[in-house]
């Protein structure tokens, strides 16, 4: 029954408004999708019609409303990216290093985060494409292109042989010793080598990156710690690289899990070492033979894996 001082004729009104109301927000939603989805496809049709001649005046719009669409992450518009054929056209704009080249990086950064896309990157040619950018000197360029090489090769074994194959960590390495005071480059580009090598290092890791304490001379050490959610443990990464020839580098990747104060004090200070393996450690490429497994200064019950492999440009 209604409210006495309420008539029923006023509630079926209501009501009724109410439909109207939710009725033509719906239809708006609808609109705004079918608009976004004319406007995408017409962009993509645009790069796959005029992208051969990469004229920058008339392909430059299109480039950036299809990287708005994927950085907003529009429903389907990923999938679209792929029917659509645009990828060796955007391999060939970074090949070019022509005015669309930054653009094209850019893009293709925020496409390697959806495994939908990346991982047709190979066939493509994006790969091959996004190691030419690398001797680049624009640092913004390389950026963009380090952080594709980054997320691409982050869950895929596949992507990761490729990448070592295609002399990927000696361009990686040449852009650390080029670069030595460009904090977010040496970032991106360690994180790179770690995903590379397989260690899967997930953006979302908040991994600081600082310079360490060189052994040897012509060695540059890097050490990145990761706090865990949990906040009693942390992760620690150490790279070392190293050129012992002319072309020739020798790169060293280690993981470490160490347990924080707050732990052992919460355990009754009962600890045996300080330091244990981290233990999701993926596989490196067979391609690059040399892998050594230490356990200097740990346990027989615990073992360290270190990666290391010569790589020549």
Same mark, same amino acid.
């Given at each position: 029954?209604?409210?006495?001082?309420?008539?029923?004729?006023?509630?079926?009104?209501?009501?009724?408004? @109410?439909?109207?109301?939710?009725?033509?927000?719906?239809?708006?939603?609808?609109?705004?999708?079918?608009?976004?989805?004319?406007?995408?496809?017409?962009?993509?049709? +645009?790069?796959?019609?005029?992208?051969?001649?990469?004229?920058? @005046?008339?392909?430059?719009?299109?480039?950036?409303?299809?990287?708005?669409?994927?950085?907003?992450?529009?429903?389907?518009?990923?999938?679209?990216?792929?029917?659509?054929?645009?990828?060796?056209?955007? $391999? *060939?704009?970074?090949?070019?290093?022509?005015?669309?080249?930054?653009?094209?990086?850019?893009?293709? +950064?925020?496409? $390697?985060?959806?495994?939908?896309?990346?991982?047709?990157?190979?066939?493509?040619?994006?790969?091959?494409?996004?190691?030419?950018?690398?001797?680049?000197?624009?640092?913004?360029?390389?950026?963009? $292109?380090?952080?594709?090489?980054?997320?691409?090769?982050? @869950?895929?074994?596949?992507?990761?042989?490729?990448?070592?194959?295609?002399?990927?960590?000696?361009?990686?390495? +040449?852009?650390?010793?080029?670069?030595?005071?460009?904090?977010?480059?040496?970032?991106?580009?360690?994180?790179?080598?770690?995903?590379?090598?397989?260690?899967?290092?997930?953006?979302? $890791?908040?991994?600081?990156?600082?310079?360490?304490?060189?052994?040897?001379?012509?060695?540059?050490?890097?050490?990145?710690?990761?706090?865990?959610?949990?906040?009693?443990?942390?992760?620690?990464? *150490?790279?070392?690289?190293?050129?012992?020839?002319?072309?020739?580098?020798?790169?060293?990747?280690?993981?470490?899990?160490?347990?924080?104060?707050?732990?052992?004090?919460?355990?009754?200070?009962?600890?045996?070492?300080?330091?244990?393996?981290?233990?999701?450690?993926?596989?490196?490429?067979?391609?690059?033979? *040399?892998?050594?497994?230490?356990?200097?200064?740990?346990?027989?019950?615990?073992?360290?894996?270190?990666?290391?492999?010569?790589?020549?440009?």
């Amino acid at each position: 029954m209604g409210h006495p001082r309420v008539p029923l004729s006023h509630k079926h009104a209501g009501t009724h408004r @109410d439909k109207n109301v939710s009725g033509r927000l719906q239809q708006c939603n609808d609109d705004s999708v079918v608009v976004f989805q004319d406007n995408l496809n017409n962009a993509l049709g +645009a790069i796959r019609v005029l992208g051969i001649e990469l004229i920058e @005046d008339e392909l430059k719009p299109h480039l950036n409303t299809v990287l708005t669409n994927i950085r907003e992450r529009k429903k389907g518009a990923a999938e679209q990216v792929v029917i659509s054929g645009i990828l060796p056209i955007l $391999a *060939l704009s970074l090949r070019s290093r022509g005015p669309l080249t930054l653009l094209t990086a850019q893009l293709v +950064a925020e496409l $390697a985060k959806e495994s939908v896309v990346r991982k047709g990157f190979g066939d493509a040619g994006l790969v091959t494409a996004l190691l030419s950018v690398l001797t680049s000197t624009n640092e913004e360029l390389l950026i963009y $292109a380090v952080t594709a090489i980054s997320r691409m090769s982050y @869950d895929s074994a596949k992507q990761q042989e490729l990448l070592l194959r295609r002399g990927a960590v000696p361009r990686l390495v +040449a852009i650390l010793f080029r670069f030595t005071d460009k904090e977010v480059l040496e970032e991106v580009c360690l994180k790179a080598l770690c995903n590379v090598s397989g260690m899967g290092m997930a953006e979302e $890791a908040g991994m600081i990156w600082e310079r360490g304490p060189s052994l040897r001379p012509g060695e540059s050490v890097f050490h990145g710690v990761s706090p865990h959610t949990c906040g009693f443990a942390f992760s620690v990464t *150490l790279v070392r690289v190293s050129q012992w020839g002319p072309g020739q580098f020798l790169v060293s990747i280690e993981n470490f899990q160490r347990c924080s104060s707050s732990f052992w004090n919460l355990h009754g200070n009962k600890r045996a070492t300080g330091w244990f393996p981290f233990l999701s450690v993926g596989s490196c490429s067979n391609f690059f033979k *040399l892998m050594k497994f230490s356990t200097r200064n740990i346990p027989r019950t615990k073992s360290l894996k270190t990666r290391v492999f010569h790589t020549f440009l």
